[in-house]
């Protein structure tokens, strides 16, 4: 086998460190370059014999090449890096850089970075550039054209939204405080774009072209910091899918190897404005370590050596990511944190070794993962509220509370509808099994003959949701179930309700002719109870759980009729004809 490649890092951080996991589990040499001897990624991985890991700035163009001279491959855990110096390094033949410094380059000025993208068919939230010295009235004929809000932006250094300044007017106070605080660097403006939910997805690229996605995860921000990721994006029929093809073109548009963090907004109509990329491991991309088959981390290596590039499938239906910040100069808050992580099943810690704390720094994180959005939910509220900054009107709509009796769950694995409120009696029951079996679920009214369009939305949106099947009672014409299976890949199970002529026979046989290739499940008329019944036995094809809890259920069953052939023995049948009676 021939030699592994030596891999040199520029920077020590938190992202280095996690690169050092999967290089030890390859063994693949890495080299290190940062400041200090006890940085977060040098503490997690030795040196290769007889090499230490090198001292001094990752910016410095003498600390660069002396590591070039030992490695075969650099690579970066932060783009801020001397760009000139490695695109010298690689062209006098000293070592192979990846990703390319052109694309490191072009990354660096977000202006710049923009403008490549928009030219290229990558849909941007509009933008204009200002001059290099800009004045109040720069800034005024720039909001006249973008409209207001905008953005002040910096074109460069700018990270965890250091570098921004929303304006929402033009006077005169709030435009010297925007560009005080954005200070003496260069700027551009940015329209404002109204989004729904902020999007990332990372991309891996191998020196050979080839591009994988992981799943979008929605990323929820507070004070302009990622606190929360939730994988995979739930929406609209397809937004994970148009958020990883937009992820992939615009990738494909850039030089070089390794993994790639693509930022976008989601709008309201469901279009997707990218907002940024970065040439390395990212923050939203954490989660992959526990819940991904490959990690962006081992990918990156992959994709730098050549290697077969890993899957990027989920291990699990649903995972978080939750950064773990510092509130203060303290470290017992963090440790605070990940202790009370540890009694949380599904979660893993992940502390950076920094040794010290500061307000807002990026301190560690924990990784999530549940069988369902619900396990999830439950589980996030748990580490949200553990929090030094905890506050539930943050809280609430990310991790919503338990719902109350009789009111449907927020993030329901299956979904209860009816044509009518007169089909209610008949569905009440496949609530109460849904209960005993500890399922979330929804209830709602949805006709496929006078709300023709919500009926099609609930449908289409189902599987995006979470939802994993739906219950769909029905009288008469009984057209619901079989019209909601036209429009969700979810298997969908009718329930015929009796109405007020021919017993339910008509809404029976309007459910099971379905034609070929539209397939619906139905049951006993007005037996909701086994349409639950069969739900949970979908649902227990993935969740172990349900299933060991299904047998637990058909034993009571077992035990309920043994109990009666006993009792019918020992008193006869005369006896317990009258005790029926009674």
């Not at 928009?118 to 004045?135: C, N, Q």
């Not at 963090?261 to 370590?289: C, K, Q, W, Y």
Request: include cysteine.
């Amino acid at each position: 086998m021939a030699p592994r490649k030596t891999v040199g890092i520029l920077g020590g951080g938190q992202l280095g460190r996690m690169l050092t996991h999967p290089a030890a589990l390859l063994g693949i040499p890495l080299l290190i370059l940062d400041s200090g001897d006890y940085t977060p990624a040098k503490q997690t991985l030795l040196a290769p014999q007889p090499h230490s890991h090198p001292d001094g700035p990752f910016t410095s163009e003498q600390h660069i090449r002396e590591l070039a001279s030992k490695c075969d491959i650099l690579t970066v855990e932060i783009e801020h890096v001397n760009a000139d110096v490695l695109e010298a390094v690689e062209k006098e033949g000293l070592c192979e850089v990846q990703p390319s410094p052109k694309t490191i380059r072009l990354i660096q000025d977000k202006y710049e970075q923009k403008k490549y993208l928009a030219e290229r068919g990558i849909p941007v939230a509009p933008f204009e550039g200002l001059p290099a010295t800009p004045r109040e009235e720069d800034v005024v004929a720039l909001a006249d054209k973008l409209g207001l809000p905008i953005m002040l932006k910096a074109k460069t250094l700018a990270y965890d939204g250091r570098g921004n300044s929303p304006l929402q007017s033009i006077d005169s106070a709030a435009i010297k405080a925007s560009l005080a605080h954005l200070g003496d660097r260069p700027l551009y403006a940015e329209g404002w774009a109204p989004f729904v939910k902020e999007v990332a997805v990372m991309v891996v690229r191998n020196k050979e072209g080839e591009v994988r996605s992981y799943d979008a995860v929605e990323t929820i921000h507070r004070e302009s910091i990622l606190r929360v990721c939730l994988a995979p994006l739930r929406g609209e029929k397809g937004v994970n899918q148009r958020a990883r093809e937009l992820a992939e073109k615009a990738v494909g548009h850039l030089e070089g190897a390794g993994i790639f963090g693509v930022e976008m907004f989601l709008m309201a109509d469901g279009t997707l404005l990218l907002n940024e990329i970065a040439p390395r491991p990212h923050n939203s991309g954490h989660h992959t370590i526990e819940a991904c088959l490959t990690s962006q981390f081992e990918n990156h290596l992959r994709a730098i050596l050549s290697y077969p590039l890993g899957s990027t499938a989920l291990r699990v239906p649903s995972a978080a990511m939750i950064n773990i910040l510092g509130s203060s100069s303290s470290m017992d808050p963090i440790h605070a944190m990940a202790d009370s992580a540890l009694s949380v099943p599904g979660a893993a810690v992940h502390l950076y070794g920094k040794a010290e704390s500061r307000k807002a720094r990026k301190m560690g994180h924990i990784t999530l993962t549940a069988e369902s959005d619900a396990e999830l939910t439950d589980r996030l509220r748990t580490i949200l509220l553990a929090q030094p900054d905890s506050d539930t009107n943050w809280i609430d709509p990310i991790a919503p509370p338990p719902p109350s009796p009789s009111h449907s769950h927020a993030k329901p694995l299956v979904g209860i509808i009816m044509g009518s409120d007169s089909d209610l009696p008949v569905m009440i029951p496949a609530t109460k099994i849904l209960d005993q079996f500890n399922i979330p679920y929804e209830l709602t009214i949805t006709s496929a003959h006078r709300t023709p369009e919500r009926m099609v939305k609930y449908a289409k949106a189902a599987a995006g949701r979470g939802l994993r099947a739906i219950i769909a009672g029905a009288g008469g014409a009984a057209h619901l179930p079989g019209m909601v299976a036209s429009e969700t890949s979810l298997p969908v199970i009718g329930v015929p309700v009796k109405a007020s002529v021919l017993d339910g026979v008509d809404s029976l046989y309007s459910i099971v002719q379905m034609p070929r290739g539209i397939p619906c499940a139905t049951v006993g008329i007005n037996n909701s109870t086994n349409a639950a019944l069969l739900a949970v036995r979908i649902l227990g094809t993935s969740i172990p759980a349900l299933q060991e809890a299904t047998e637990a259920y058909s034993k009571k069953l077992e035990e309920e009729v043994l109990g009666k052939v006993e009792r019918l023995e020992e008193i006869g049948w005369e006896k317990y004809a009258e005790g029926l009676k009674n």
